[in-house]
């Protein structure tokens, strides 16, 4: 269908669901009531649309679910394509089937000539319910996941959404969850490409193959990119098939970086064709040159892009709309930029969820944000040796791949989501942890169809067991679902995690009471526990986790705090979840560190509550959010407690242009009272780090980290802040506290706010504090800080710009320090 001329059938679809196999035909459902359904969608969707949808009440799994439409095909309609069908389906012209499709992540195409399709009629849609196809009798699997609560589905090729217990909420995708389109008869038509961009050290190399259709003659061809054009070879396999082919050097080709290291240069690719006295344009769309490597050494993953080194950082994706799957294209701008303003450059598409749209992967493209990609296999022992589950899955993985291939973002394909771990968690022996599909052919369709990315077999795997941490690619719960203390994440010898730092992140109080009714609190209750994750037949969810590392951080009693001081408990749940992740992070990104990568594992919540999530259910960024943004900027300071060696002080920059600055540590105590300070200055190589031991900043021996401990500590924070030459506005600040974070609450902190209103629609917060202020939060309803949760040194300011996020006249919020008794009342000026 690439490069054809084709219109989305979106209009007139009616939906409906009905008990599984009370009717085969659509004329059988003439007394059924229908209802208008958006297509692509899914039934949940469409029930939401109706306003029928309620949480749980509906097992889609359970029903035949139908979609139908009249349509009108003229003469001018020559194929119909869709493009996913969740999962098991039928379709239909009029009473006529035409196809079946049993594999929700391929898709299909149907030629109208070829199935004599014309005319007016009705293209209907049947699901069969997932249930009956589960009930057939199947091989068992050699083990079972508590992953999902049907071992069966290991035969299905479909989504694990909604049918997870514990984390996934009950709305398991059934429906046309991508587009079904109308491909019109058209003078051109690509009937498949090959485009292949690599560097060949400063030069670009594109590699294209097209096999093409016209209604004439074809007298020449070429390719732009960019600017530049060139002739393309033409060779005639019959009197209206063309295949088209060229290799292009485009000399010192603008690179395509990941965006902390540099600008991720985009080419578009535009096919023109001589045909009769006219020429054809079509479009092929944008690539990117780069170079995309992984060095092993030592049992390490750690990967390069045009030969630099690149920590990765970012989380693990989730779907913008669970319930219909759709990216509408500006939320999914705004989110993806909300990753990469968060210094985040890769997200992965976990093996649980579903191959992302073809606008996801682009957006990354233009925003320079890697991308992990599971291949959709997690935990399960899937039937590879079946010969018909064999060829679907292969077919899947090609579909995957050709629709990706002009993608620069695509770093690494992986096979699966823990099959190799869940295996050897079970204790089956080493030969069966993998299978010939993970092990070979995927490698084998990799290397046809993207030689430039890297295939990984398996997250976790690397090590002689493949949940190894100091081994390949490791998922990391130490610190986080294993209640291990901070010091693990350097004990532990991390060398990638593709997931971790799992917690239930307390969303605020907008949230919180959009969700709840009069009555509902969180804690315990059922209605706030439902958007609490849980490991399935666990006895503990993601909340006592969280709970545990705010009892050690805070010196708390978590369960007075709950109930007695409940605003004080939200406050401190809040900040928990930042800070261990802050702390771990500062930990993996640290000069020296064998460490190269870590994605936090969800970016988005499923369902509003405090899920595993760094921004809500509704796209809001929560504290969580916050803290990372800090700890993976670009260009940031770090401080490390290096024990009796004091603390240590990590300038990074991952940026293209070395950096000149100058790099401050102050020592506080009581709050106000300045023990020691020191500021000298630093030049940090692109792409490079410094460390600096405290000493060298400090005039005297200070215990910075308190660890000679000959007496109470002399102080109770430690700040670094970076600046530029010259400047006294810190562009990065991280703090560390030696003797815990339970700092001594304070009457009067000296804190002031004020906004003023910008030109272009933003507010500018202006801060400022005579005393430490931690954990500042803004809450402003209807406005979006740039920063939040952020600690301000005694006697600084700050200015935070504010984007409004919602249609509502805002007049005042709040500023409120985590270790001041009250608030400070913030006023919007006109």
């Known amino acids: ?107 299909l ?29 199947r091989a068992r699997p050699r083990w079972k996941t508590r992953l999902v609560a049907q071992q069966q589905l290991r035969w299905l090729r479909t989504s694990l959404l909604g049918r997870m217990p514990g984390w996934s909420p009950p709305l398991a995708p059934v429906g046309p969850y991508r587009a079904v389109m109308l491909e019109l008869h058209s003078p051109l038509r690509i009937i498949s490409k090959r485009v292949l961009s690599k560097l060949d050290a400063d030069n670009g190399v594109l590699e294209l193959e097209l096999s093409v259709w016209t209604e004439q003659i074809v007298s020449a061809a070429s390719i732009r990119i960019g600017e530049l054009a060139y002739s393309l070879q033409c060779q005639a396999v019959d009197g209206s098939h063309y295949v088209l082919s060229a290799q292009c050097y485009i000399q010192q080709v603008n690179k395509w970086w990941p965006h902390t290291h540099g600008e991720p240069g985009l080419y578009d690719l535009v096919l023109e064709i001589q045909c009769a006295g006219q020429t054809l344009i079509r479009s092929l769309g944008k690539t990117g040159f780069r170079q995309i ?20 950082r970012g989380a693990c994706w989730t779907p913008l709309d669970v319930m219909s799957l759709q990216n509408e294209e500006t939320e999914l701008r705004k989110t993806l930029m909300l990753a990469r303003d968060a210094g985040m450059n890769m997200l992965r598409v976990i093996g649980t969820m579903v191959y992302e749209s073809t606008k996801f992967y682009q957006a990354c493209d233009e925003l320079g944000i890697l991308v992990w990609q599971d291949c959709m296999f997690a935990n ?29 973002c695509i770093a690494v394909v992986c096979g699966n989501s823990e099959v190799e771990q869940q295996a050897a968690m079970l204790g089956q022996p080493a030969e069966l942890w993998s299978n010939i599909f993970f092990s070979q052919t995927l490698p084998e369709l990799c290397l046809q169809y993207r030689p430039d990315v890297q295939y990984w077999p398996s997250s ?37 995690t593709t997931e971790c730092l799992g917690f239930a992140n307390m969303p605020d109080d907008e949230l919180i009471d959009s969700m709840l009714n009069n009555g509902e609190t969180p804690g315990p209750h059922p209605a706030w526990k439902q958007g609490v994750p849980r490991d399935n037949g666990t006895a503990w969810d993601f909340e006592d986790v969280r709970d545990h590392y705010m009892a050690k951080l805070y010196d708390v009693d978590v369960g007075r705090l709950r109930f007695a001081e409940r605003e004080c408990y939200l406050a401190l749940a809040r900040t928990t979840t930042g800070e261990v992740m802050a702390r771990t992070l500062a930990e993996w990104r640290r000069v020296g560190s064998a460490c190269h990568g870590a994605l936090i594992w969800f970016w988005k919540d499923l369902r509003p509550g405090a899920g595993w999530g760094v921004i809500d259910a509704h796209g809001r960024p929560k504290a969580a959010y916050y803290y990372l943004k800090r700890a993976m900027a670009a260009l940031t300071v770090l401080i490390t407690d290096e024990g009796l060696n004091g603390l240590a002080l990590h300038v990074l920059n991952d940026g293209e242009h070395a950096f000149t600055g100058e790099l401050e540590l102050a020592l506080y105590r009581q709050a106000e009272i300045c023990v020691a300070r020191g500021r000298m200055a630093v030049q940090v190589p692109a792409h490079g780090g410094i460390k600096i031991p405290d000493y060298q900043l400090l005039p005297h021996f200070v215990d910075t980290a308190y660890a000679y401990r000959f007496g109470p500590p002399g102080h109770d924070v430690a700040v670094a802040q970076l600046y530029h030459a010259g400047s006294d506005a810190a562009i990065a600040t991280d703090c560390l506290f030696p003797d815990g974070q339970d700092l001594s609450m304070q009457t009067d902190l000296g804190l002031q706010a004020y906004c003023a209103p910008e030109p272009d629609g933003a507010v500018i917060l202006h801060v400022s504090t005579k005393k430490f202020a931690q954990a500042v939060s803004v809450q402003i309803p209807g406005l979006l800080p740039e920063d939040n949760y952020f600690h301000l040194a005694p006697g600084s300011s700050r200015q935070i710009r504010l984007s409004a996020i919602t249609g509502k006249n805002v007049r005042q919020g709040q500023l409120q320090a985590q270790n001041a008794v009250a608030g400070v009342r913030v006023e919007i000026k006109n």
């Open 109 to 137: 195409s149907l030629d109208l000539h070829q199935h004599k399709v014309c005319g007016k009629g009705r293209l209907s849609l049947r699901f069969i319910a997932l249930n009956s196809i589960l009930a057939q009798r």
């Open 380 to 408: 399960m022992d899937y039937p590879v040796a079946d010969p018909a589950f064999a060829a679907s899955i292969r077919q899947e993985v090609q579909q995957f791949l050709n629709r990706i291939q002009n993608s620069p």
């Open 293 to 312: 490597n992984v060095d092993q050494h030592d049992g390490g993953f750690h990967l390069h892009v045009n030969q630099v080194s690149v920590f990765c």
């Open 460 to 496: 976790p795997s690397g090590g002689v067991m493949p949940f190894q941490t100091d081994q390949g690619v490791a998922h990391y719960f130490g610190v986080g679902a294993y209640l291990r203390p901070l010091e693990d994440a350097r004990r532990s010898n991390v060398r990638f």
């Open 1 to 107: 269908m690439t490069g054809s001329l084709s219109i989305p059938l979106e209009a007139d679809w009616q939906a409906c669901q009905v008990a599984s196999g009370k009717y085969a035909l659509p004329s059988e459902l003439q007394d059924v009531l229908f209802m208008p359904a958006p297509v692509p969608g899914t039934i949940a969707s469409a029930l939401h649309a109706a306003g029928q949808f309620v949480l749980g009440q509906d097992d889609f799994d359970e029903v035949d679910v139908w979609y139908c439409c009249d349509i009108d095909l003229t003469d001018c309609a020559a194929r119909l394509h869709f493009e996913g069908l969740a999962t098991h389906a039928e379709i239909f012209w009029n009473d006529r089937l035409l196809e079946r499709s049993d594999n929700m992540f391929c898709a």
